[in-house]
Nanobody, 124 residues
Framework: VQLQASGGGLVEAGGSLRLSCAAS????????MGWYRQAPGKQRELVAA???????NYADSVKGRFTISRDNAKNTVYLQMNSLKPEDTAVYYC???????????????????WGQGTLVTVSS
């Protein structure tokens, strides 16, 4: 089971970016999928999360600007980021708290699975 993030880049303040994170493997289901970020010199923080049923949770700093969504058929989570600010500059990581997948011995689960990170840079 792997998570592959994409979509980062350089954008001017006020601009938009869309991040994607696709899970691969013989996946049965994924519980909560989320996006975290880590700015230089700071701790990693939760940006947004979405449950398997679509319930969402956002950091106060991104409410009204970012939208998280997921496509369960594609095992993919998205983060639409609008009205970007320089303080949004960070490496963004996707996460799945529990991934159930098939093995030749039956279903198994992995917990706290992370993608490789994608850099978002917002210039002022």
């Amino acid at each position: 089971v792997q998570l592959q993030a994409s979509g980062g880049g350089l954008v001017e303040a006020g601009g938009s970016l869309r991040l994607s994170c696709a899970a691969s493997g013989s996946i049965v289901s994924i519980n909560v999928m989320g996006w975290y970020r880590q700015a230089p010199g700071k701790q990693r923080e939760l940006v947004a999360a979405v449950g398997s049923g679509g319930s969402t949770n956002y950091a106060d700093s991104v409410k009204g600007r970012f939208t998280i969504s997921r496509d369960n058929a594609k095992n993919t989570v998205y983060l639409q980021m609008n009205s970007l600010k320089p303080e949004d500059t960070a490496v963004y990581y996707c996460n799945a708290d529990r991934v159930t997948y098939y093995t030749n011995r039956g279903p198994n689960a992995r917990y706290d699975v992370w993608g490789q990170g994608t850099l978002v840079t917002v210039s002022s």
